[in-house]
Structures are given as structure tokens and as C-alpha cells.
């Protein structure tokens, strides 16, 4: 069975904490490796070869920090597949979608090759007589990310082409469920030539990150994942003087105006919910229908459930893979039970779907007349489980989506612009979708939600990336009088 270790200053390193966790294949059921889980002994060897590498590469120019870039950029744009094979093993993902996943973690690459325009501070001349005024905007040192099991290619990429390209060394934890996309980025980082050190992978669980949490070597820490983890990382974080950006759950809501085009709304629900089994932060969890178009939304969703082929990820055929695990395919059908008991109508069960017996799958579930007691409500399901709440009016649709707890990303259905226009106003949310289920910003806008979804103030990646990862000084600088200058100025002569 395939072992899974860090890499540490550069190359795979063998844990030594003595301790290991299971990474399965979803799609079979079956184990395919094991992983190492670091102790705080491994975090702070880790720490300490980042921060010897930090030091060198926040003074490689700007240009070579660019040129490693565009380096690993090409390397990775060539190598999708690999990476795509690898997240489709670990994740279950679909193949296509694994390569969506690499494609925007990319777009963030592509933006950070622009790191000299990117870096620039202010000047302002004369600020005073003889007086300059400039800012300028140094790297942090040795920085952190810890990710979630369900992007394990692009949110380290959210997070680590920024941060290195600022001019910081990046440690990164991925989740201990699918390790082996981050171990495939270290080594490409390297052959892209980035130095040794500044791109680290230590393998783990909460003893590791908790190491980092506290670690007096660790200046910033990234994270993303569940909120009730991201509240953790945020107070722990910032309570030992770090600067924490955590993001965390979601309860996806998208209005269906009774204007909006019914097909396009009813592709936009089956995509956006059931696409990579709904185990997206952006996924739609909840349908509101507004009116008349309740009835005929609900049918042609539920016409297009058949036609979604669920199998292995690897085959092309596949439009939907396995869930993660089986304990969390088991979670996920249990809110199909209590949402049923709760007096939900069950549309579609997914739990009747003839699938592979060995794999952790579940068919694609649609729930109608919802109410915002019931548990399917609530709580963030993370599986093919898509909810109909129906109201009569966009006041009342509204209502509901600045109430519910999380605020990451919203979508609103219409041929109505102004509606559009005063959704985007009236919203809390910290992405909004305009006939676009899963309005995930591109890489030069940042991402981020509101509420529970996100524990801080600065969102992810792009110009909030360059924010969180630098800081800023600001100089005021005066030199003597021109006309007592050691070198003949020609003052005040040539004025
Ligand atoms: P998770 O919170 O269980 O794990 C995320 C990371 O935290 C992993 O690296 C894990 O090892 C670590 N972790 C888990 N428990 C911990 C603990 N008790 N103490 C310290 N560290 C711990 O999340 P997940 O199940 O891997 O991912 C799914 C969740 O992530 C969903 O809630 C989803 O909405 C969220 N998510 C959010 C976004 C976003 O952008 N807001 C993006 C992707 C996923």
C-alpha cells in the first residue's frame, strides 16, 4: 500500500510521530494508502526549514520570484491530468470536474506572475519641504494553510501562489482524507525552481494544526473549512498574534423569480447542487421558489435527476462520483430520514438508486416544501441532497437568505434587472450569483463569504491575498538642503 509522507526542506521526509491515518479510494471503498500525521516535534522541523528559506527568498528580486511563476504555471497547465488522476483517486470527484478544480486553482497562479505590478507601493514627493513620503510592502515571513478535503488542488493553490509569490516561505497542512495532491505540488514547485524550503507539506490532524496555531514562528495562517473549525482557527490563531483568514461552511441559497428562464434556473439547480456530489462551499443547497414557478421548477429539476450517470469518477462517463467516506455518506442519508420524518416531500431519494454497493455513493435526493425548522435546513449537508423552500414573495426569499447563519454565496434567478440590481443591494452574502449558480469570483477579484462563512476581514486570494500576505511600511525620508549637497547641483542656479 502506498505511503504518504511530509516534504521538508525539499524532499519527502518520513514522519516519526509513529502515528498514521487511512486515505481510501471513495469510489471502491478501499484503502490505497496510508498517511503520516505529524507531531509538534515534525511542525517545528518543518517551521524551522521554512523560516531558513524565507529569508533568502524574500530577497530573491522580483523578477526571479516572477520567473518561478510562470515556470510552475506552464508546468502545471501541461500536467493537469496528472493532478486531475490524482484528486479523482483520493477525492472521488469526476475527472472533468478534478480539472475544473486545477483550472481555477491556475487562474491563481496566472495572477500571481503579475507579483512586480502587484507589490508596488505609494510615493508621495514633497510631502513636506525636502520631505518624501513612500510605502512599501514586505512579506511576512513563514506563513501557514490548512485546507479542506474537498478542493485538494485549488485551495492550496487559493493560498500558496500568492503567498510565495509575495515573498514568503508557505507551509502547508492539507486535509489528512486526500494528501496526496499537495505532495504533487511540492515536487512541481520544484522542478519549477522554486529554492528549497519555501513550499512545505506537513501531513496531519488537529495535533499538527494546533502545533501550528501556536507555533512563535508561524506569522499568518489560512484556512478553509468547516465553520465550527474556522471560529477555532480564528480565536486560537489570533489569540498567539498571528493574522488568521478562515473560511468556513455554507448554506448556498439560490431566489427563483417567477420571471426567471425555467430551464436554465432548473440546469442551474441540478449543476450547482449535485455537481461533485454537493460536497462544494459553493454548492446550491437550498432552491427558493418565489410564486407560480414553484410548481414547474420542481418538476424539471426532478425530470433531469434520471439522466445524471453516477459512477467512478474515472470513468468518462461519470457525471457525479462517490462522497468522501462512508461515515459521511451515512451522515448525508440521515438528513434525507429526519428531512422526510420533519415533513419535507421526498421528490427523489437517493438512497433508492441502484449504485456500486462497495464505493461511498448516494444518489441525488430532491426535497420539496422545506421549511426553515427542519435539519436539512439548517445544517450544512455537504452531499446531493437539494432543498425546495417555497415562498410567495422576493421579500420573503430575501428574508430567508439574510437570516440563515452562513453567507458565503447566493444567486438569484430573473429576467428582471432591476430586481437583480436591488437582490445584489439587499443581499448579505459575501458572493452573488446573477443567473450564475456558483458565482466563484475570478482569480483578480477575491474570494470570501459573510457571517459564519468567514472568521476575519480579509477575503481569499487576489488583491486580498496580496493584503494578508504582506505588510506595510511606510518611509518619510529627508535629504540636506540641494544647495548644501556635497555634489554641485548646480543649485540654485539651473531653478
Ligand atoms: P474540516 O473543517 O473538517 O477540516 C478542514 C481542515 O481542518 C483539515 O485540514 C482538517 O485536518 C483540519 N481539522 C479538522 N478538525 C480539526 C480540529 N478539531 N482541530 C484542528 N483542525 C482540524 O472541513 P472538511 O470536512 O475537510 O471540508 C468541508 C468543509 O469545508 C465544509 O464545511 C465546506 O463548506 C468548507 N469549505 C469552505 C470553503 C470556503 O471557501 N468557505 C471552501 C471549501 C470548503
Given amino acids: 500500500m502506498n505511503h504518504i ?26 484503502q490505497i494508502a496510508s498517511v503520516d500525521l505529524a507531531n509538534a516535534a515534525e511542525i517545528d522541523a518543518a517551521v524551522e526549514a521554512a523560516k531558513a528559506a524565507a529569508r533568502g527568498w524574500r530577497e530573491a528580486s522580483l523578477s526571479k520570484r516572477s520567473a ?43 495572477f500571481a506572475t503579475g507579483i512586480p505590478h502587484l507589490m508596488k507601493g505609494n510615493f508621495s514627493e514633497q510631502a513636506a519641504t525636502g520631505v518624501d513620503v513612500y510605502s512599501i510592502r514586505q512579506p511576512l515571513g513563514v506563513v501557514a494553510g490548512i485546507t479542506p478535503f474537498n478542493f ?3 485551495v492550496p493553490l487559493w493560498m500558496c501562489a500568492t503567498a510565495i509569490a509575495s515573498g514568503n516561505a508557505f507551509v502547508l497542512k492539507p486535509s489528512e482524507k486526500d494528501p496526496s495532491a499537495a505532495l504533487w505540488l511540492a515536487r512541481l514547485w520544484q522542478e519549477a525552481g522554486l529554492p528549497d524550503g519555501v513550499f512545505t507539506v506537513v501531513n496531519g490532524d488537529k495535533e499538527a494544526v494546533d502545533a501550528i496555531l501556536v507555533h512563535p514562528d508561524v506569522a499568518a495562517v489560512s484556512f478553509v473549512g468547516s465553520t465550527p473549525i474556522a471560529r477555532y482557527i480564528y480565536e486560537t490563531g489570533t489569540s498567539h498574534g498571528k493574522r488568521v483568514q478562515a473560511l468556513g461552511g455554507a448554506k448556498n441559497h439560490m431566489i427563483v423569480l417567477p420571471d426567471a428562464e425555467l430551464d436554465a434556473a432548473a440546469d442551474a439547480a441540478i449543476s450547482a447542487g ?12 437550498v432552491v427558493v421558489a418565489v410564486g407560480e414557478i414553484a410548481d414547474p421548477l420542481v418538476e424539471a429539476i426532478a425530470a433531469r435527476l434520471p439522466k445524471i450517470k453516477i459512477g467512478d469518477g474515472t470513468d468518462p462517463a461519470s457525471e457525479m462520483g462517490p462522497l468522501i467516506s462512508a461515515q ?58 437539494l ?17 440563515n447563519e452562513y453567507g458565503n454565496g447566493t444567486a438569484i434567478f430573473t429576467r428582471d434587472g432591476g430586481a437583480a440590481r436591488q437582490f445584489q443591494f439587499d443581499v448579505n452574502a459575501g458572493m452573488v450569483g446573477v443567473n450564475v449558480p456558483i458565482p466563484v469570483p475570478v482569480a483578480y477579484y477575491s474570494f470570501g463569504g459573510w457571517k459564519a462563512s468567514l472568521f476575519g476581514d480579509t477575503h481569499m486570494y487576489g488583491p486580498d491575498g496580496i493584503h494578508f500576505y504582506t505588510r506595510s511600511k511606510v518611509v518619510t525620508s529627508r535629504w540636506p538642503d540641494p544647495g548644501t549637497s556635497s555634489v554641485d547641483l548646480g543649485f540654485p542656479q539651473t531653478r
Fill in 387 to 403: 432543498s425546495v423552500v417555497r415562498v410567495d414573495t422576493y421579500a420573503e426569499a430575501l428574508q430567508l437568505v439574510n437570516d
Fill in 274 to 285: 449535485y455537481g461533485a456530489a454537493g460536497e462544494r462551499c459553493m454548492a446550491i443547497s
Fill in 152 to 154: 485538494p488542488a485549488m
Fill in 328 to 385: 459521511h455518506r451515512d451522515k448525508v442519508a440521515g438528513y434525507i430520514e429526519a428531512g422526510a420524518t420533519q415533513g419535507a416531500t421526498v421528490v427523489a431519494d437517493g438512497r433508492a438508486d441502484d449504485l456500486p454497493k462497495d464505493g461511498f455513493f448516494l444518489g441525488a435526493t430532491l426535497l420539496d416544501n422545506v421549511t426553515p425548522e427542519m435539519t436539512v435546513y439548517t445544517d450544512e449537508i455537504f452531499g446531493p441532497v
Fill in 68 to 110: 518561478v511563476l510562470f515556470k510552475f504555471r506552464e508546468l502545471l497547465a501541461s500536467r493537469t491530468g496528472e493532478l486531475s488522476a490524482i484528486v479523482t483517486r483520493e477525492h472521488g470527484k469526476v475527472l472533468a470536474d478534478a480539472a475544473g478544480e486545477v483550472a481555477r486553482g491556475l487562474e491563481n497562479v496566472e
Fill in 5 to 30: 509522507a511530509h516534504w521538508i526542506g525539499g524532499a519527502e521526509t518520513a514522519g516519526t510521530s509513529g502515528r498514521v491515518g487511512p486515505v481510501f479510494n471513495p469510489a471502491t471503498g478501499e
